[in-house]
């Protein structure tokens, strides 16, 4: 089986029409939060990432341990045949399966990071019962969805020790 596997227009469009009706997103540089997730949900302040100053490696181990926890979190949310939506603000979305290959690409970054690094990054549950939403200009990633909470709790990513908002 294949990961990254890119949705069609249709497909793309729909899902983007879901996630502005039900999260009411708005993308903005200015006015955060851009979006309005369900409760439960925390927002991390990831803003200490985003001009890092420190050691290369080190960073480049958070990014890794982001990567690895989340899987880690989505894998006990999922089964092995089950897909995510993988979401990348006006560009390619794609499915993808947290149990297969996560190929990386020329920069040696998945096709959607985790990592906001310069636009929305969005993995969301198929119905949208949980997620995990990066916001590039706010320097956040907020988590929803009870399960995923807990999950991310047992397998907390370095990155997640700073909370925005928490409801």
Same mark, same amino acid.
């Given at each position: 089986?294949?990961?990254?596997?890119?949705?069609?227009?249709?497909?793309?469009?729909?899902?983007?029409?879901?996630?502005?009706?039900?999260?009411?997103?708005?993308?903005?540089?200015?006015? #955060?939060?851009?979006?309005?997730?369900?409760?439960?949900?925390?927002?991390y302040?990831?803003?200490?990432? #985003?001009?890092?100053?420190?050691?290369?490696?080190?960073?480049?181990?958070?990014?890794?341990?982001?990567?690895?926890k989340?899987?880690?979190a989505?894998?006990?949310?999922?089964?092995?045949?089950?897909?995510v939506?993988?979401?990348?603000?006006?560009?390619?979305?794609?499915?993808?399966?947290?149990?297969?290959?996560?190929?990386?690409?020329? #920069?040696?970054?998945?096709?959607?990071?985790?990592?906001?690094?310069?636009?929305?990054?969005?993995?969301?549950?198929?119905?949208?019962?949980?997620?995990?939403?990066?916001?590039?200009?706010?320097?956040?990633i907020?988590? #929803?969805?009870?399960?995923?909470?807990?999950?991310?709790?047992?397998?907390?990513?370095?990155?997640?020790?700073?909370?925005?908002r928490?409801?």
């Open positions: 089986m294949n990961n990254w596997i890119e949705l069609s227009d249709s497909e793309s469009d729909l899902v983007w029409d879901m996630v502005y009706g039900k999260f009411k997103f708005k993308p903005s540089r200015s006015n #955060f939060p851009s979006f309005k997730v369900p409760m439960p949900f925390i927002t302040d990831i803003s200490r990432y #985003f001009c890092w100053s420190g050691d290369l490696e080190e960073i480049k181990w958070l990014y890794r341990n982001l990567e690895e989340s899987l880690l989505f894998r006990e949310l999922t089964n092995e045949n089950e897909y939506y993988a979401l990348d603000w006006q560009h390619p979305c794609y499915w993808v399966n947290p149990f297969l290959a996560f190929p990386r690409d020329e #920069f040696n970054e998945w096709l959607v990071p985790i990592y906001p690094n310069g636009d929305y990054y969005f993995f969301l549950q198929r119905e949208f019962n949980w997620g995990l939403l990066g916001h590039p200009w706010e320097k956040s907020t988590v #929803f969805g009870h399960e995923l909470i807990q999950a991310l709790e047992k397998h907390k990513p370095r990155m997640f020790h700073t909370i925005l928490i409801k």
